[in-house]
């Protein structure tokens, strides 16, 4: 044997995993297709989101939530409605009792800690029982992305040091070795040493192969947002036919590869059509990764149109439905839509997810941040991308503005009366003390709460007011992210055959088993229980691997 356990994928989940197993004084291989340079994987890039439920935080803010409260949302947005939905539903349950319970104090035990207003993400709009959080429940973590990973990193260099941990990079898993018919290895290629950027595209080319022997394997490969062919060949019927045009979310190496070699080997794939992708996607000026995408956490303010200049309807505003919005907009036959907005809006409403794109955050600097916000207007990331994005168009009259919406297509959808008629309709509400426009409605509802009014939601106001331009309109394209199914995990993570036994001793964590039983979120995702989704069910699987 060459080690107690290998964990495949060095991302959040694998690194938690290696973690735990390293506690319990196991030997670890973990093994990644990527250099050192990516260590950390998607968790690096993200925003660092985190869904508590009756934190300190959201106390402070006078945010009343509990358990029942959290799992009715959690419900209402999942929708389990499938027989194989039987452990995904356990794990939202437990998932739900860890971010509710023990979660904050264990993150916090390990330096992490929290930006003081919490977000409001996934609005739902709908009845009580149906999509959204009923509450804000989206943790900023101090540092972002690079603060998420950083305990775990530190750990795993730990244990480095101790002898219990080798790194194998480059190493990309290709299949299970098997004696007797029970699993005990892996075997794949060694590829060619790479001094890419992190995050970037790194070669494919085979310079070896290896085979690597040991007690317990954990797959926490990630999921399959980065290979757009796999993305539409999953496509559901019920999101209409799949875009023709997408951007990417995430790096390439999320390419899903090992949910089809854990499949070979005899593990289920359940719920592989539900996925999670956005669409206030904007494109990279600056990219990284191929196709790389950039997608706005949005204020809702913003006015949104379809390609033909179409209101959404209700309650289709900015971050309110992302699933309900992208099954709506693949009926109008096209793969983008628009915001249109006042600068006013912009500078409090638009936040764009990514540790890169929130460098003050990101710092865990509160200087940092002062500075960055001081005096008002948008933040600086957001000023780069109205001034270099391909996908902004700045204008102070809205015929200028429709004629530019229009050039940067080329494809003349747009009516400058029917805009015009939306736009001035909805002013017209908003001079309205009693309004039936329920978008109107939902922003002086959210600015009751005390963090919408500070930092996120504008004062309600004309478009068309000279004061608050100039006018801004963003082209949005769907924006490909999570996969919400995946490997079918009983609660302690090991891996189910099509018959219901498991391996007894491979076990899956993070994306690659949606999250955990293969798909706890459902159909929809509350936001920001992604993260917490790697770091509940690594933790799972790396304790129960320790066991054996
Ligand atoms: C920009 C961005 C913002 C985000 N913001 C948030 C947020 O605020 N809140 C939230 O909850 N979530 C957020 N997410 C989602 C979250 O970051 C991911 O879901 C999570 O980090 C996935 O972690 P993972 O360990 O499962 O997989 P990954 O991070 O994808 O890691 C998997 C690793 O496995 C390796 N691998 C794959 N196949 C093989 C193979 N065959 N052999 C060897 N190695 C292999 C890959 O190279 C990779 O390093 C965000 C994601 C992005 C990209």
Not at 207 to 233: M, P, Y
Not at 298 to 308: C, H, K, M, Y
Not at 384 to 398: C, I, K, N, Y
Not at 443 to 468: E, F, M, Q, S, T
């Amino acid at each position: 044997m060459d080690a107690d356990a290998i964990v495949i994928g060095g991302g959040l989940a694998g690194l938690v995993a290696a973690g735990e197993l390293t506690e319990a004084g196991k030997r670890v291989l973990v093994l990644d297709q990527e250099g050192e340079q990516s260590l950390g994987g998607q968790a690096f890039w993200s925003f660092g989101g985190l869904f508590f439920v009756d934190s300190p935080e959201q106390r402070r803010m006078r945010i009343r939530d509990s358990y029942d409260l959290a799992l009715q949302d959690w419900l209402g947005s999942a929708g389990f409605d499938r027989e194989e939905d039987l452990w995904p539903r356990k794990w939202a349950e437990a998932y739900i009792g860890f971010a509710a319970g023990e979660k904050r104090a264990w993150l916090r035990a390990k330096g992490m800690r929290w930006f003081p207003i919490v977000g409001w993400a996934e609005r739902g709009g709908y009845t009580a029982t149906e999509h959204g959080n009923s509450v804000p429940r989206f943790h900023v973590t101090w540092g972002t992305g690079p603060g998420i990973i950083k305990p775990f990193m530190d750990r795993l260099r730990e244990g480095e040091k101790l002898g219990l941990v080798s790194l194998r990079l480059r190493h990309r898993v290709n299949s299970f070795t098997t004696t007797a018919g029970v699993v005990d290895g892996v075997e794949g290629d060694i590829l060619e040493p790479t001094k890419v950027d992190r995050g970037a595209p790194s070669s494919r080319t085979v310079v070896g192969g290896f085979v690597l022997k040991a007690q317990t394997i954990i797959v926490a490969s990630g999921g399959i947002g980065g290979n757009l062919d796999l993305v539409r060949r999953s496509w559901p019927k019920r999101l209409g036919n799949p875009p023709q045009s997408m951007i990417c979310g995430v790096p390439d190496y999320v390419d899903g590869r090992m949910l089809g070699v854990t499949e070979a080997a005899g593990g289920t794939i359940i719920n592989g059509d539900r996925m999670w992708h956005y669409t206030e996607g904007i494109q990279n000026w600056r990219p990284i990764w191929s196709r790389h995408g950039i997608r706005i956490l949005p204020g809702p303010s913003s006015l949104w149109l379809d390609a033909r200049g179409k209101r959404l309807p209700a309650p289709l505003f900015p971050g309110f439905d992302t699933l309900g919005t992208l099954t709506h907009l693949m009926a109008t036959g096209y793969d983008y839509s628009w915001f249109v907005l006042s600068k006013k809006i912009i500078e409090r409403e638009f936040a764009l997810s990514g540790s890169e794109q929130n460098p003050d955050l990101t710092s865990g600097s509160w200087r940092k941040i002062i500075q960055a916000r001081r005096g008002g207007g948008a933040p600086a990331p957001v000023r780069a991308f109205m001034q270099r994005g391909a996908d902004f168009v700045v204008e102070s009259s809205l015929s200028d503005l429709v004629r530019r919406m229009n050039d940067l297509t080329g494809e003349r959808l747009l009516d400058l009366a029917v805009i015009e008629r939306e736009v001035c309709a909805r002013d017209r509400e908003i001079d309205n003390a009693f309004t039936k426009d329920a978008q109107v409605t939902a922003i002086r509802g959210a600015r009751n709460y005390l963090g919408d009014r500070l930092l996120r939601v504008a004062k309600p106001h004309r478009l068309l007011d000279p004061a608050a331009g100039p006018l801004i309109a963003v082209r949005l394209w769907i924006l490909t992210r999570k996969t919400l199914g995946g490997l079918q995990t009983d609660l302690s993570a090991r891996v189910l055959k099509a018959d219901g036994t498991t391996f007894g001793n491979v076990f899956a964590a993070g994306e690659v088993a949606g999250f955990g039983g293969g798909g706890m979120h459902g159909y929809r995702a509350l936001e920001g229980t992604f993260l917490g989704g790697c770091i509940f069910s690594g933790r799972t699987a790396g304790r129960s691997a320790a066991k054996l």
